[in-house]
């Protein structure tokens, strides 16, 4: 891309003549790409466009209302509450890709019923160069790639950032105007949270890996990583008060990349180490222990499933 100002214009032309006149919906996650999707879709064909924005139940905290906040100006904005289906969905699944089929499934359904009531022709997507990618390496089955189209009969795709890097995502989005709470936001993966508890998936385990990611989003933004979340590993032992407990184990993780392909681990100072840890075991009573990973992506993931 050379300059976020002329790819806007282009996206904007190019989604009304595909477009035509058509009606499109899309499925809004609260992320830099199905943001900046969204704007130049409803800047291309205004309230044509519904956004959806299904809540999982494995968002990160606050997020439904930032969601209502941001795109309050797109008159067709629909917020569909589904955490208890997905956290039902996922009971006694342990295994990584079978957790992301169970949520790409539970997500084609809900969306599914939103699709018919509006009779869409078209689907927004904001798939990014990387996921393409990795999509097609297999590394990990995003469930943002792929799946969707084939079983919500849709006539036609639109995926205006598909030639773009995240870090260009950003220019774009900067540029549109988003405010800085997206345009600025570190990645979040689809499948979202349920990712960031090892094994099987619980309310109990889902509210300390989101409450202990916010605390860790909030002390790291300043040291800028590319992601900085906290990981629900396993339980283990731990003194609280008098008692000795058998509490969560939280991993802290910051990276530092460009596109999520490759990442380092970021290297902090012992005094913000310290301040998260104190944060988390002070405010989560279940969690016994915080530990901060050193590994760099390869080996690791980013994510830890
Ligand atoms: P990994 O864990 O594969 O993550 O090193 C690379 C980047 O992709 C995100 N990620 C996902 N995004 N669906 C997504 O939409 C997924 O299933 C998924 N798994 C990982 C991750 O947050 C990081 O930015």
């Known amino acids: 891309m050379d300059d976020p100002t002329t790819f806007i214009e282009d996206a904007i032309e190019e989604i009304s003549e595909q477009v035509g006149d058509r009606r499109v919906l899309i499925a809004l996650s609260g992320g830099v790409d199905s943001s900046v999707t969204a704007e130049l879709t409803h800047r291309a064909i205004g309230d044509r466009l519904t956004p959806v924005y299904v809540d999982t139940g494995l968002m990160r905290k606050d997020e439904t209302a930032q969601i209502s906040d941001t795109f309050d100006h797109m008159d067709d904005l629909r ?32 969306f599914e019923e939103v699709a018919r009531e509006v009779d869409a022709e078209v689907l927004a997507q904001g798939t990014i160069y990387p996921d393409r990618i990795e999509s097609e390496g297999n590394i990990k089955s995003h469930h943002n790639v792929g799946g969707l189209p084939d079983v919500v009969d849709f006539e036609d795709i639109v995926e205006p950032v598909r030639e773009l890097y995240k870090d260009e995502v950003r220019q774009v989005a900067r540029s549109l105007g988003l405010e800085e709470l997206i345009s600025e936001r570190m990645p979040f993966p689809g499948p979202g949270l349920a990712v960031r508890v090892v094994g099987e998936v619980t309310r109990e385990k889902l509210h300390v890996a989101r409450e202990a990611t916010h605390i860790v989003e909030e002390e790291l933004e300043e040291h ?82």
């Open 79 to 110: 917020i569909v509450e589904a955490q208890d289906a997905f956290v039902d969905a996922l009971a006694g699944v342990t295994d990584p890709e079978e957790k992301r089929m169970v949520i790409g499934e539970q997500f084609i359904r809900t």
């Open 224 to 305: 800028e990583p590319w992601q900085a979340f906290a990981a629900v590993l396993a339980k283990g032992t731990g003194v609280k008060g008098d008692n000795r407990v058998h509490g969560w184990i939280v991993s802290v993780r910051s990276v530092e990349s460009r596109d999520g392909m490759t990442a380092r681990a970021q290297e902090l100072d012992w005094g913000t180490l310290q301040r998260i840890q104190s944060r988390i075991t002070g405010q989560l009573d279940d969690v016994a222990r915080v530990v901060y990973d050193v590994t760099h992506k390869p080996p690791a993931t980013i994510e830890y499933e």
